[in-house]
């Protein structure tokens, strides 16, 4: 297995589906051990991921007539049941103005103990990165400081 895979997400909707089948497609072919899911608490934008769109969009597959999607829709609620697929509780830190670089030690911690970290849309984007305007070439390593816990994407 390649470890836990963190996937902090964005919207909901055709994204979150995306998301979901990614989510999929690590554990059956890159055989994460465990993909964690990040949501909000409350949106901040109107289509900010919350706990209720999972369970919306898992519910959504379920009840869609295309065999295939019924099949994601299983493969996913299996994975939750197995736990190998969670939706982590919201972290106060996701609807904060605060760049990553004051990430909290507990979600520090969660994503040092990460294989990788999918970072998904502008604002955990512009967090990451300060909201600051760095030279192109400035490297990673720069932004990112040099106790940026994990690998993201």
Same mark, same amino acid.
């Given at each position: 297995?390649?470890?836990?895979?963190?996937?902090?997400? =964005?919207?909901?909707?055709?994204?979150?589906?995306?998301?979901?089948?990614?989510?999929?497609?690590?554990?059956?072919?890159?055989? /994460?051990?465990?993909?964690?899911?990040?949501?909000?608490? /409350?949106?901040?934008?109107?289509?900010?991921?919350?706990?209720?769109?999972?369970? /919306?969009?898992?519910?959504?597959?379920?009840?869609?007539?295309?065999?295939?999607?019924?099949?994601?829709?299983?493969?996913?609620?299996?994975?939750?049941?197995?736990?190998?697929?969670?939706?982590?509780?919201?972290?106060?830190?996701?609807?904060?103005?605060?760049?990553?670089?004051?990430?909290?030690?507990?979600?520090?911690?969660?994503?040092?103990?990460?294989?990788?970290?999918?970072?998904?849309? =502008? /604002?955990?984007?512009?967090?990451?990165?300060? =909201?600051?305007?760095?030279?192109?070439?400035?490297?990673?390593?720069?932004?990112?400081?040099?106790?940026?816990?994990?690998?993201?994407?």
């Amino acid at each position: 297995a390649c470890g836990r895979v963190v996937i902090v997400l =964005d919207n909901s909707g055709l994204e979150l589906l995306s998301d979901l089948a990614l989510a999929h497609a690590l554990l059956a072919n890159a055989k /994460a051990s465990h993909v964690e899911l990040h949501a909000k608490d /409350a949106p901040v934008f109107v289509s900010d991921v919350t706990a209720p769109d999972l369970e /919306a969009t898992l519910d959504w597959l379920a009840a869609r007539p295309e065999p295939s999607a019924q099949r994601l829709g299983t493969a996913l609620r299996g994975y939750m049941v197995s736990g190998k697929l969670s939706l982590v509780a919201s972290h106060p830190f996701y609807c904060s103005p605060q760049p990553f670089w004051d990430l909290p030690e507990d979600l520090r911690t969660r994503f040092a103990t990460a294989r990788l970290v999918i970072l998904k849309g =502008d /604002a955990n984007y512009r967090r990451l990165l300060g =909201d600051c305007c760095w030279p192109f070439d400035t490297p990673a390593k720069t932004v990112l400081s040099a106790d940026w816990p994990t690998p993201t994407l």
